[in-house]
């Protein structure tokens, strides 16, 4: 199994919608997870961390983390045209590297 | 906070010379660099882990001698790609660690490099 892995995509939701995004992990990922945002040409942008399991949430983003069933996502509600991007969640692997997804492509339909 | 910049943005450069790239944390201290590629249409790739005054370490197929890391300061890693090949030709993205804040790493906006 990869350390972290995504549904590559796309996922493709109308504007408005939510948009859920998942992510499953190893044993051989550390349970701090971080979302980011990558726009086509551009590099990463950092949207959300999490350490804990249950929800977290920063206006239109909530991050679950469940440790159980090594799984986290990420929900994008009311989403906008703007949001279509690539996001990949990231793990540390114990160290002080991160490891991530191939990541998910997203497109929000108008 | 947490800004990262990267220099330069892109660069054109013949088959057989060398580029250098700087990725400095603009408000933090950042112990730990990171120095990553991307091709299109596929995702990061770490290339090497900097740590301020010590050598690199590089992940498992990447040259040291090709890509030269040197981390000199709290804010400054640079990549040197020696002798560069149209097929060195990527997006290189470093990030830096905030190790005084919440273990995230924020990414320098990256450099867009074309060999001819």
């Known amino acids: 199994q990869k350390e972290v892995e995504q549904n590559s995509g796309p996922l493709s939701v109308p504007e408005g919608a939510i948009a859920s995004l998942n992510c499953t992990y190893s044993?051989?990922?550390?349970?701090?997870f971080f979302w980011y945002r990558q726009y086509s040409g551009k590099s990463p942008e950092l949207i959300m961390s999490i350490y804990s399991n249950g929800d977290k949430e920063d206006g239109r983003f909530t991050a679950q983390l469940n440790k159980a069933s090594q799984y986290v996502s990420l929900l994008i509600r009311d989403s906008q045209p703007s949001d279509s991007a690539t996001y990949l969640c990231?793990?540390?692997?114990?160290?002080?590297?991160?490891?991530f997804g191939p990541g998910t492509r997203l497109s929000v339909l108008p | 906070g947490a800004v990262v910049s990267q220099h330069p943005s892109w660069v054109i450069c013949k088959s057989g010379t060398s580029v250098k790239i700087e990725c400095r944390s603009l408000?933090?201290?950042?112990?730990?660099m990171f120095w990553y590629r991307q091709f299109p249409k596929q995702s990061l790739m770490l290339m090497a882990t900097s740590n301020e005054g010590s050598k690199a370490t590089y992940e498992q197929g990447v040259e040291k001698d090709k890509f030269l890391i040197n981390h000199a300061s709290l804010t400054l890693s640079t990549l040197t790609v020696t002798s560069a090949h149209p097929e060195d030709s990527s997006f290189y993205i470093c990030?830096?660690?905030?190790?005084?804040?919440?273990?995230?790493?924020?990414f320098g906006p990256g450099t867009r490099l074309t060999v001819l």
């Open positions: 990030s830096a660690r905030d190790t005084v804040g919440a273990n995230e790493q924020f």
């Open positions: 990231a793990g540390n692997n114990y160290g002080q590297n991160f490891v």
């Open positions: 044993d051989r990922v550390s349970q701090s």
């Open positions: 408000d933090f201290q950042a112990t730990t």
